[in-house]
C-alpha cells in the first residue's frame, strides 16, 4: 500500500505546488469577488469561487482578471497572489455590459453594411483614370528589439562551438549537409537580415484602355534573376478588402462601435472586431483588431489586425482621400515566420544543439532554451497620385504586369528612407550564401509545380501524364518531358508517353515548340500523337492547368474511346492580354474501340481538319517570363469557343462543322461566392459520334459495386449521369454552385464551409439512326442538386452528394444518388 500512495502524494505534491494561487477582492469594502475571470492572453485560465479564489497553472508572465462591474486588472504573475480590484462607476459599468456580450453591436454591423454597399463609389476605380507609384521592402529577421542580442548570442555561440572538438560528433551526411546550411545562414544573419526584397512600382488605370502595372526596379536579394511568379505576389490591401469587412464572414467576428473620434480633422467611427473561437473560454476584452471608418463617405479610413497570440501578426493599412476617392497611403505588416532555438549552459557558454556521443536525450534538461522569433516585415508606401490625366492606349498594350528593371540600379530614387547598415549589408551576405547552396534552382523548381510541371535542370516533368484511370485503360501510368528555356529560348522539343494496364497498349506523342516572340505568346508548334480519347468530349484547348487538372478523373467509368494517329500544326498566339487566339491544322486516323458503325462508312475514318479556338478573359492578370505567360490573378468572367471544320481534301473522308462554348463568371454578394457556368455546343455534317458530343456523366450505372456512385468534382461533369450514355450533336448546359456566406470549425484549425450545386443541360441528335451504338439522346432536361461539405471536419478534402430530379429520375435510389470527393489543395 505505501508504494503506492508514494507516487500519488508525490505527484500531489507536485500539482499543489506549482499552481498559482490568487485570491481576488474589492478594493472598497474588502469582499472576495466571486466568478472574476482570469485570461492567460486570449485563453481563459478559470474563474474565481465564492471566496475569491483560484488556483492556476500558466507559463505567461502576465494575466489579465476580468470581473463584472469592475475596472479589469493586468498583474504579474506569482506563487501566491491577492488582487484588488477597483469598482466601476456607474456610466463605465454600461458600457462594460455592451463591451462584453458575445454577439455583434447592432449600429456596428450597421456601418459595415454601408462601406460595403459604398465601396465601389469610394474606390479609386470609379475615376476615369489614375496613375500612382510604391514602394515596397519585404525582409525577415529577428524581431526588431531583439537584434542586439541575437547579435551577441551568436557571437559567443560561435566562440563556444570552436573550442568543441569535432570528432565528438557524429552525424549522418544529411543532416551534417543541414547543419552546415543552417551554419552558413546563422553567419550571414549575424550582421544582415535573412532576406530583403525591394521593388518600385507603377500603377496605371484608365476606364477605358484597364489596369496597367510597370515593376520599375526590383531586387530580390540571393536571386540575380528575377522571380517573375513572385513578383507578381501582393502583400497588400491594395485591391482587396480586407477579410474581415467581407459580408461573408460575418459569422467569423464580433464587431462592437466602441468610439467616434476626430481623425486627420474627420469625423470617424472607430469599430472593435474579434474573432469568435470558443466563446466560453474567450477573454471578452481581447479583440483582434480595429476598423476605422469615415462617417461623412463610409469608406474605410485605417485597418488594424492583430494576432489571437501575442507578436504572431500585425497588419496596419491606412487609406487618404484624393478628389473624393480612398487611396491607400501606406502599410506596415509584421508575420511570425517560426523560430530559432538554441540550448544554452546553464553554467558555462552556449551549448549546441547536437549530443555528444553516448550523451542521453534527457541530458538536454541540464540546458536552458534560448528563442529567437523570425518574423516577415511588409512596408509599403504610395506616393506620386495622379488624378484623371489622360491616358495613352500604347501605354496600357502588351500584358498586365511588365518589368521594366530588375537590377535595383533605380531604387534609391523611390525608396522612402535609406537602408540600415544590416539591410545593406544583407544584399551582400544572402547573395553569397545562396549562390554557394544553389537555392535559385531550387526556388525556380517550386514556382515551376505553380504551373503543374517538375522541373529538373532543363526538363520539365508534365504532372497530369504520371498517371490516370478509366474504364477502357483501367490504370495508365506514364511520363510527360519537355525542354525548357534552358535548353533553347526560341525551340522546346517535347514528348510523353503511357501504358494501360486494361487495354495492354502504349500511347505516345511527340512534338515541337519554337518561339516567335520574347513579349508575349506567339508559338508555332507541330506534333504527332496517336493515343486515345474519350468520344464526344468538349473542347479543352485553352483551358489553363488547374482546369484540367480537375478533369483528371472525368472518365473514371468511361469506356467508350476512340483511337487517334493524329499529324498537326498550330499556332498559339496573344493579341491582347485579354484575347488569345490559337489556329490549328490536322490530318488524323481515327477508330472506334466499341462497338459502333456510322452510316455505311465503317467505324474508321481518315479526317483533314482546322480548329480555332479563342479565350476571352478581361480581368486576368498576366505577366510574361522566360518559361511563358503566367496568370498571376485569374478574373471573371472568361469566355472559351472552338470552331472545327472537317474537309473532304488531302484524303479526308468527313465533312462536317463542330462548333462549342463555354462562359465562366463568378461573383461575391451578401449570399456568399457564386459560381456560374453556361456551355453548350453544335455539330454538323459528316461526323462520327465522337465529333457530337458526350453530356459527361460520371456514374457507372451497369455495376453494383460500392464504389460506381462516387466521383470527383469536374468542370461540366454530372455525378448522377451514367457515363458514355447520353450524346447530342447540339445541347445547352447549365451550373451553378453557391459557397453559403459562413464558416465553421469541427476539428484542427481549418474553417469548413458548405457548397451548393444545381445543373442541368437539354439537347437533341438530328439523325440518331446514322450511328449504330446503344446510347441515348438528352432530348428532356437532365437536372441535378448537389452538397459538398468543404475541408470536411476540418481536413484537406471535401465530401459531397448529388440527386438526380425531373424527367431521368428513377424509382432507384442508387441510380439517383452519386458521392464526391474534392481534394481542396485543388
Same mark, same amino acid.
Given at each position: 500500500?505505501?508504494?503506492?500512495?508514494?507516487?500519488?502524494?508525490?505527484?500531489?505534491?507536485?500539482?499543489?505546488?506549482?499552481?498559482?494561487?490568487?485570491?481576488?477582492?474589492?478594493?472598497?469594502? =474588502?469582499?472576495?469577488?466571486?466568478?472574476?475571470?482570469?485570461?492567460?492572453?486570449?485563453?481563459?485560465?478559470?474563474?474565481?469561487?465564492?471566496?475569491?479564489?483560484?488556483?492556476?497553472?500558466?507559463?505567461?508572465?502576465?494575466?489579465?482578471?476580468?470581473?463584472?462591474?469592475?475596472?479589469?486588472?493586468?498583474?504579474?504573475?506569482?506563487?501566491?497572489?491577492?488582487?484588488?480590484?477597483?469598482?466601476?462607476?456607474?456610466?463605465?459599468?454600461?458600457?462594460?455590459?455592451?463591451?462584453?456580450?458575445?454577439?455583434?453591436?447592432?449600429?456596428?454591423?450597421?456601418? +459595415?453594411?454601408?462601406?460595403?454597399?459604398?465601396?465601389?463609389?469610394?474606390?479609386?476605380?470609379?475615376?476615369?483614370?489614375?496613375?500612382?507609384?510604391?514602394?515596397?521592402?519585404?525582409?525577415?529577421?529577428?524581431?526588431?528589439?531583439?537584434?542586439?542580442?541575437?547579435?551577441?548570442?551568436?557571437?559567443?555561440?560561435?566562440?563556444?562551438?570552436?573550442?568543441?572538438?569535432?570528432?565528438?560528433?557524429?552525424?549522418?551526411?544529411?543532416?551534417?549537409?543541414?547543419?552546415?546550411?543552417?551554419?552558413?545562414? %546563422?553567419?550571414?544573419?549575424?550582421?544582415?537580415?535573412?532576406?530583403?526584397?525591394?521593388?518600385?512600382?507603377?500603377?496605371?488605370?484608365?476606364?477605358?484602355?484597364?489596369?496597367?502595372?510597370?515593376?520599375?526596379?526590383?531586387?530580390?536579394?540571393?536571386?540575380?534573376?528575377?522571380?517573375?511568379?513572385?513578383?507578381?505576389?501582393?502583400?497588400?490591401?491594395?485591391?482587396?478588402?480586407?477579410?474581415?469587412?467581407?459580408?461573408?464572414?460575418?459569422?467569423?467576428?464580433?464587431?462592437?462601435?466602441?468610439?467616434?473620434?476626430?481623425?486627420?480633422?474627420?469625423?470617424?467611427?472607430?469599430?472593435?472586431?474579434?474573432?469568435?473561437?470558443?466563446?466560453?473560454?474567450?477573454?471578452?476584452?481581447?479583440?483582434?483588431?480595429?476598423?476605422?471608418?469615415?462617417?461623412?463617405?463610409?469608406?474605410?479610413?485605417?485597418?488594424?489586425?492583430?494576432?489571437?497570440?501575442?507578436?504572431?501578426?500585425?497588419?496596419?493599412?491606412?487609406?487618404?482621400?484624393?478628389?473624393?476617392?480612398?487611396?491607400?497611403?501606406?502599410?506596415?505588416?509584421?508575420?511570425?515566420?517560426?523560430?530559432?532555438?538554441?540550448?544554452?549552459?546553464?553554467?558555462?557558454?552556449?551549448?549546441?544543439?547536437?549530443?555528444?556521443?553516448?550523451?542521453?536525450?534527457?541530458?538536454?534538461?541540464?540546458?536552458?532554451?534560448?528563442?529567437?522569433?523570425?518574423?516577415?516585415?511588409?512596408?509599403?508606401?504610395?506616393?506620386?497620385?495622379?488624378?484623371?490625366?489622360?491616358?495613352?492606349?500604347?501605354?496600357?498594350?502588351?500584358?498586365?504586369?511588365?518589368?521594366?528593371?530588375?537590377?535595383?540600379?533605380?531604387?534609391?530614387?523611390?525608396?522612402?528612407?535609406?537602408?540600415?547598415?544590416?539591410?545593406?549589408?544583407?544584399?551582400?551576405?544572402?547573395?553569397?550564401?545562396?549562390?554557394?547552396?544553389?537555392?535559385?534552382?531550387?526556388?525556380?523548381?517550386?514556382?515551376? %509545380?505553380?504551373?503543374?510541371?517538375?522541373?529538373?535542370?532543363?526538363?520539365?516533368?508534365?504532372?497530369?501524364?504520371?498517371?490516370?484511370?478509366?474504364?477502357?485503360?483501367? %490504370?495508365?501510368?506514364?511520363?510527360?518531358?519537355? +525542354?525548357?528555356?534552358?535548353?533553347?529560348?526560341?525551340?522546346?522539343?517535347?514528348?510523353?508517353?503511357?501504358?494501360?494496364?486494361?487495354?495492354?497498349?502504349?500511347?505516345?506523342?511527340?512534338?515541337?515548340?519554337?518561339?516567335?516572340?520574347?513579349?508575349?505568346?506567339?508559338?508555332?508548334?507541330?506534333?504527332?500523337?496517336?493515343?486515345?480519347?474519350?468520344?464526344?468530349?468538349?473542347?479543352?484547348?485553352?483551358?489553363?492547368?488547374?482546369?484540367?487538372?480537375?478533369?483528371?478523373?472525368?472518365?473514371?467509368?468511361?469506356?467508350?474511346?476512340?483511337?487517334?494517329?493524329?499529324?498537326?500544326?498550330?499556332?498559339?498566339?496573344?493579341?491582347?492580354?485579354?484575347?488569345?487566339?490559337?489556329?490549328?491544322?490536322?490530318?488524323?486516323?481515327?477508330?472506334?474501340?466499341?462497338?459502333?458503325?456510322? =452510316?455505311?462508312?465503317?467505324?474508321?475514318?481518315?479526317?483533314?481538319?482546322?480548329?480555332?479556338?479563342?479565350?476571352?478573359?478581361?480581368?486576368?492578370?498576366?505577366?510574361?517570363?522566360?518559361?511563358?505567360?503566367?496568370?498571376?490573378?485569374?478574373?471573371?468572367?472568361?469566355?472559351?469557343?472552338?470552331?472545327?471544320?472537317?474537309?473532304?481534301? %488531302?484524303?479526308?473522308?468527313?465533312?462536317?462543322?463542330?462548333?462549342?462554348?463555354?462562359?465562366?463568371?463568378?461573383?461575391?454578394?451578401?449570399?456568399?461566392?457564386?459560381?456560374?457556368?453556361?456551355?453548350?455546343?453544335?455539330?454538323?455534317?459528316?461526323?462520327?459520334?465522337?465529333?457530337?458530343?458526350?453530356?459527361?456523366?460520371?456514374?457507372?450505372?451497369?455495376?453494383?459495386?460500392?464504389?460506381?456512385?462516387?466521383?470527383?468534382?469536374?468542370?461540366?461533369?454530372?455525378?448522377?449521369?451514367?457515363?458514355?450514355?447520353?450524346?447530342?450533336?447540339?445541347?445547352?448546359?447549365?451550373?451553378?454552385?453557391?459557397?453559403?456566406?459562413?464558416?465553421?470549425?469541427?476539428?484542427?484549425?481549418?474553417?469548413?464551409?458548405?457548397?451548393?450545386?444545381?445543373?442541368?443541360?437539354?439537347?437533341?441528335?438530328?439523325?440518331?439512326?446514322?450511328?449504330?451504338?446503344?446510347?441515348?439522346?438528352?432530348?428532356?432536361?437532365?437536372?441535378?442538386?448537389?452538397?459538398?461539405?468543404?475541408?470536411?471536419?476540418?481536413?484537406?478534402?471535401?465530401?459531397?452528394?448529388?440527386?438526380?430530379?425531373?424527367?431521368?429520375?428513377?424509382?432507384?435510389?442508387?441510380?439517383?444518388?452519386?458521392?464526391?470527393?474534392?481534394?481542396?489543395?485543388?
Amino acid at each position: 500500500m505505501t508504494k503506492l500512495l508514494s507516487p500519488f502524494f508525490l505527484f500531489f505534491v507536485v500539482f499543489c505546488f506549482g499552481q498559482t494561487s490568487l485570491k481576488v477582492f474589492s478594493k472598497t469594502d =474588502k469582499k472576495p469577488i466571486r466568478d472574476a475571470a482570469v485570461y492567460c492572453d486570449d485563453n481563459l485560465l478559470g474563474k474565481t469561487n465564492f471566496d475569491g479564489l483560484l488556483s492556476f497553472k500558466t507559463k505567461c508572465k502576465k494575466v489579465e482578471i476580468l470581473a463584472s462591474n469592475f475596472e479589469d486588472v493586468t498583474v504579474d504573475v506569482k506563487k501566491s497572489m491577492e488582487v484588488a480590484m477597483q469598482p466601476l462607476s456607474e456610466k463605465q459599468s454600461n458600457i462594460d455590459k455592451v463591451i462584453i456580450t458575445d454577439k455583434s453591436d447592432p449600429r456596428a454591423l450597421r456601418i +459595415l453594411d454601408e462601406l460595403n454597399k459604398r465601396e465601389k463609389e469610394n474606390s479609386p476605380k470609379s475615376l476615369d483614370t489614375y496613375n500612382f507609384k510604391s514602394y515596397s521592402k519585404f525582409s525577415i529577421d529577428v524581431d526588431k528589439d531583439s537584434i542586439d542580442t541575437f547579435k551577441n548570442f551568436l557571437s559567443t555561440r560561435k566562440d563556444s562551438l570552436s573550442k568543441v572538438d569535432k570528432l565528438e560528433f557524429k552525424q549522418k551526411e544529411s543532416e551534417k549537409k543541414d547543419s552546415l546550411i543552417g551554419e552558413d545562414l %546563422l553567419d550571414a544573419s549575424q550582421e544582415s537580415q535573412m532576406f530583403l526584397w525591394e521593388k518600385a512600382t507603377e500603377y496605371k488605370y484608365s476606364q477605358k484602355f484597364g489596369e496597367k502595372t510597370n515593376i520599375i526596379d526590383n531586387r530580390m536579394s540571393g536571386f540575380k534573376n528575377p522571380i517573375y511568379e513572385a513578383v507578381a505576389i501582393n502583400l497588400s490591401h491594395l485591391d482587396r478588402t480586407p477579410r474581415q469587412l467581407r459580408p461573408e464572414n460575418r459569422k467569423l467576428f464580433n464587431y462592437y462601435l466602441s468610439d467616434t473620434l476626430q481623425l486627420d480633422g474627420r469625423k470617424t467611427y472607430v469599430i472593435k472586431f474579434k474573432e469568435i473561437t470558443d466563446k466560453k473560454k474567450q477573454n471578452p476584452r481581447k479583440f483582434n483588431g480595429k476598423i476605422y471608418v469615415d462617417s461623412e463617405t463610409y469608406a474605410l479610413k485605417k485597418f488594424e489586425s492583430a494576432s489571437k497570440k501575442k507578436s504572431e501578426a500585425d497588419i496596419v493599412s491606412v487609406w487618404k482621400p484624393i478628389d473624393g476617392k480612398w487611396f491607400l497611403d501606406y502599410e506596415d505588416i509584421k508575420l511570425k515566420m517560426g523560430d530559432q532555438t538554441f540550448n544554452t549552459s546553464k553554467k558555462d557558454s552556449v551549448k549546441t544543439d547536437t549530443l555528444k556521443k553516448g550523451q542521453k536525450l534527457s541530458d538536454r534538461q541540464k540546458y536552458n532554451r534560448k528563442t529567437f522569433g523570425n518574423y516577415l516585415y511588409v512596408k509599403n508606401r504610395f506616393f506620386d497620385f495622379e488624378i484623371n490625366k489622360e491616358q495613352k492606349a500604347s501605354d496600357f498594350k502588351g500584358y498586365s504586369l511588365e518589368m521594366k528593371n530588375s537590377d535595383g540600379s533605380l531604387l534609391e530614387k523611390y525608396r522612402t528612407d535609406s537602408l540600415t547598415t544590416r539591410e545593406s549589408a544583407t544584399y551582400t551576405k544572402i547573395d553569397s550564401f545562396v549562390e554557394k547552396h544553389d537555392f535559385e534552382k531550387k526556388l525556380t523548381t517550386l514556382t515551376q %509545380l505553380m504551373r503543374g510541371n517538375l522541373r529538373y535542370k532543363m526538363i520539365d516533368f508534365d504532372l497530369t501524364k504520371f498517371f490516370s484511370y478509366d474504364k477502357y485503360q483501367g %490504370l495508365r501510368l506514364g511520363a510527360g518531358v519537355k +525542354l525548357n528555356e534552358k535548353f533553347s529560348k526560341t525551340f522546346s522539343p517535347d514528348g510523353y508517353f503511357g501504358y494501360g494496364f486494361k487495354d495492354h497498349t502504349w500511347k505516345y506523342g511527340l512534338g515541337l515548340d519554337m518561339k516567335l516572340s520574347s513579349k508575349r505568346t506567339s508559338v508555332f508548334r507541330i506534333d504527332y500523337v496517336d493515343d486515345v480519347f474519350a468520344a464526344g468530349r468538349f473542347n479543352n484547348t485553352m483551358w489553363d492547368m488547374m482546369m484540367k487538372v480537375s478533369d483528371i478523373n472525368l472518365d473514371l467509368h468511361n469506356a467508350t474511346f476512340y483511337k487517334n494517329q493524329k499529324w498537326g500544326a498550330s499556332f498559339l498566339y496573344d493579341i491582347s492580354n485579354s484575347l488569345s487566339m490559337k489556329i490549328a491544322v490536322n490530318k488524323e486516323k481515327q477508330e472506334a474501340l466499341f462497338d459502333y458503325q456510322y =452510316k455505311n462508312l465503317g467505324n474508321s475514318f481518315d479526317n483533314t481538319s482546322a480548329t480555332l479556338s479563342l479565350k476571352f478573359a478581361p480581368n486576368d492578370k498576366n505577366i510574361m517570363t522566360p518559361s511563358g505567360k503566367y496568370t498571376y490573378e485569374k478574373g471573371f468572367p472568361q469566355v472559351y469557343m472552338n470552331y472545327e471544320k472537317g474537309v473532304e481534301t %488531302l484524303g479526308g473522308d468527313l465533312d462536317y462543322h463542330r462548333l462549342d462554348a463555354l462562359i465562366i463568371h463568378q461573383f461575391r454578394s451578401k449570399l456568399g461566392v457564386t459560381n456560374l457556368k453556361l456551355f453548350g455546343g453544335i455539330s454538323s455534317g459528316t461526323a462520327p459520334i465522337w465529333k457530337n458530343f458526350e453530356i459527361a456523366g460520371q456514374k457507372d450505372q451497369n455495376s453494383e459495386k460500392w464504389y460506381s456512385n462516387i466521383s470527383t468534382p469536374t468542370n461540366l461533369g454530372f455525378t448522377t449521369m451514367p457515363s458514355g450514355t447520353f450524346f447530342t450533336d447540339k445541347f445547352v448546359g447549365f451550373k451553378i454552385s453557391q459557397n453559403l456566406p459562413f464558416r465553421f470549425k469541427t476539428f484542427g484549425d481549418k474553417y469548413s464551409n458548405i457548397e451548393l450545386e444545381y445543373q442541368s443541360a437539354i439537347g437533341d441528335f438530328k439523325n440518331r439512326i446514322d450511328h449504330q451504338f446503344e446510347f441515348q439522346v438528352l432530348d428532356h432536361y437532365y437536372q441535378e442538386v448537389g452538397l459538398i461539405w468543404n475541408r470536411f471536419l476540418g481536413r484537406n478534402f471535401g465530401v459531397g452528394f448529388s440527386y438526380r430530379l425531373g424527367y431521368y429520375q428513377t424509382s432507384q435510389f442508387k441510380d439517383n444518388f452519386g458521392i464526391k470527393f474534392r481534394l481542396n489543395v485543388l
